[in-house]
T-cell receptor, first 113, second 116 residues
Framework: QKEVEQDPGPLSVPEGAIVSLNCTYS??????FMWYRQYSRKGPELLMY????GNKEDGRFTAQVDKSSKYISLFIRDSQPSDSATYLC?????????????FGQGTRLTINP | DVKVTQSSRYLVKRTGEKVFLECVQD?????MFWYRQDPGLGLRLIYF???????EKGDIPEGYSVSREKKERFSLILESASTNQTSMYLC???????????????FGNGTRLTVT
């Protein structure tokens, strides 16, 4: 079983829709949770960074962490064509005595005008 | 804004060549990383450095070495390039907060290396 599971998609939705992107993880030692956005031919850029369970909002983006279910989500409201990108979840924690950062495979998202 | 600059966007090299990938960050970050990104495999850590001249192996260090002579610069070296090293290489940097991954990574735009 992979430490972090993320559906690679592709996911295609119409402009204005609410998008939900999700990751599950297996190790409860993960404490920090991140979402990165990666445009084609670019490096990943940090979108959201959270530590605790609950919701964190930044403009049209909301990151949700449910540690009891080992499940994190990124919601995009009023999606725009410029949101078309690959979204990677990432999480870090102390695993077997060492700090570890694990990325999901990324979900490729297309917003259609 | 943090800027992580990778010297080449595209590189084509022949099998057996020695290859240098250079990365420079301008935010005085202690930590620097080299990842490779492959379809279906995601991001995999090659090497990590938390200080000048300090390095730690990541998940896939075989066939690679690194050099960090100055705080802002982190180089990845392929001693003898092979076709299975064809990939996107991403450099990243972050603050040191007492633990390796407590602060988020800032990535460069990547170097797409093709080994023929």
């Amino acid at each position: 079983q992979k430490e972090v599971e993320q559906d690679p998609g592709p996911l295609s939705v119409p402009e204005g829709a609410i998008v939900s992107l999700n990751c599950t993880y297996s190790n409860s030692a993960f404490q920090y949770f991140m979402w990165y956005r990666q445009y084609s031919r670019k490096g990943p850029e940090l979108l959201m960074y959270t530590y605790s369970s609950g919701n964190k909002e930044d403009g049209r983006f909301t990151a949700q962490v449910d540690k009891s279910s080992k499940y994190i989500s990124l919601f995009i409201r009023d999606s725009q064509p410029s949101d078309s990108a690959t979204y990677l979840c990432a999480m870090s924690g102390r695993i077997q005595g060492a700090q570890k950062l694990v990325f999901g495979q990324g979900t490729r998202l297309t917003i259609n005008p | 804004d943090v800027k992580v600059t990778q010297s080449s966007r595209y590189l084509v090299k022949r099998t057996g060549e020695k290859v240098f990938l250079e990365c420079v960050q301008d935010m005085d970050h202690e930590n620097m990383f080299w990842y490779r990104q492959d379809p279906g495999l995601g991001l995999r850590l090659i090497y990590f450095s938390y200080d000048v001249k300090m390095k730690e192996k990541g998940d896939i260090p075989e066939g690679y070495s690194v050099s960090r002579e100055k705080k802002e610069r982190f180089s990845l070296i392929l001693e003898s390039a092979s076709t299975n090293q064809t990939s996107m290489y991403l450099c990243a940097s972050s603050w040191w907060t007492g633990r390796q991954y407590n602060s988020p990574l800032h990535f460069g735009n990547g170097t797409r290396l093709t080994v023929t």
